[in-house]
T-cell receptor
Framework: DGGITQSPKYLFRKEGQNVTLSCEQNLNHDAMYWYRQDPGQGLRLIYY???????QKGDIAEGYSVSREKKESFPLTVTSAQKNPTAFYLC?????????????FGNGTRLTVT | AQSVTQLGSHVSVSEGALVLLRCNYSSSVPPYLFWYVQYPNQGLQLLLK??????LVKGINGFEAEFKKSETSFHLTKPSAHMSDAAEYFCAVRTDGNQFYFGTGTSLTVIP
């Protein structure tokens, strides 16, 4: 079945360490996205990529970095510069530029930094 | 920037009662609108999307939404709530720049 795979589901890190969250899709979608979810704040866009080797900052990109070397992969690195990294991270993809093409989501990675 | 507003962060209904979750969007760009549902510790699942073919959109699990341009609204309804409907619901809009923006979510509780 086609879908988006995020791994791991739970991730624990010590403060000051960088950590990379994996996101892989086999939907052949061009666009991929990373969102952060915190209680009561909905989803906030971190980075998005509309094509391989290109990506744009979202609303809360500070302290994060991404790469898009392959169409199917869009890893997110949470750096030590991110002041409050503990959150639920969601990866998504979209298959077309049509206005009503929806986002498809992975099951998320819950990151806890202590 | 295009945005959506969800009124009511928590809604409680009795089992079998009408579910109404509210969403308003800003009117500056074409309304590419979506509703998603999220169960605990999972990703978001698409409930329905506005296609402009009809103002009343039917989705999965018995949900539907009505697009009202005059009110810039896209409220989600279901005639009869089930216990399994308890979840978080998000309204979202897609911009011409291919970005998606989400409301802050509404947590639905279904009382037996």
């Amino acid at each position: 079945d086609g879908g988006i795979t995020q791994s791991p589901k739970y991730l624990f890190r010590k403060e000051g360490q960088n950590v990379t969250l994996s996101c892989e899709q086999n939907l052949n979608h061009d666009a991929m996205y990373w969102y952060r979810q915190d209680p009561g704040q909905g989803l906030r866009l971190i980075y998005y990529s509309q094509i391989v080797n290109d990506f744009q900052k979202g609303d809360i990109a500070e302290g994060y970095s991404v790469s898009r070397e392959k169409k199917e992969s869009f890893p997110l690195t949470v750096t030590s510069a991110q002041k409050n990294p503990t959150a639920f991270y969601l990866c998504a993809s979209s298959g077309g530029r049509g206005g009503n093409s929806p986002l498809h989501f992975g099951n998320g990675t819950r990151l806890t930094v202590t | 920037a295009q945005s959506v507003t969800q009124l009511g962060s928590h809604v409680s209904v009795s089992e079998g009662a009408l579910v109404l979750l509210r969403c308003n969007y800003s009117s500056s760009v074409p309304p590419y609108l979506f509703w998603y549902v999220q169960y605990p510790n999972q990703g978001l699942q698409l409930l329905l999307k506005y296609t402009s073919a009809a103002t009343l959109v039917k989705g999965i699990n018995g949900f539907e939404a009505e697009f009202k341009k005059s009110e810039t609204s896209f409220h989600l309804t279901k005639p009869s709530a089930h216990m399994s409907d308890a979840a978080e619901y998000f309204c979202a809009v897609r911009t011409d720049g291919n970005q998606f923006y989400f409301g802050t979510g509404t947590s639905l509780t279904v009382i037996p």
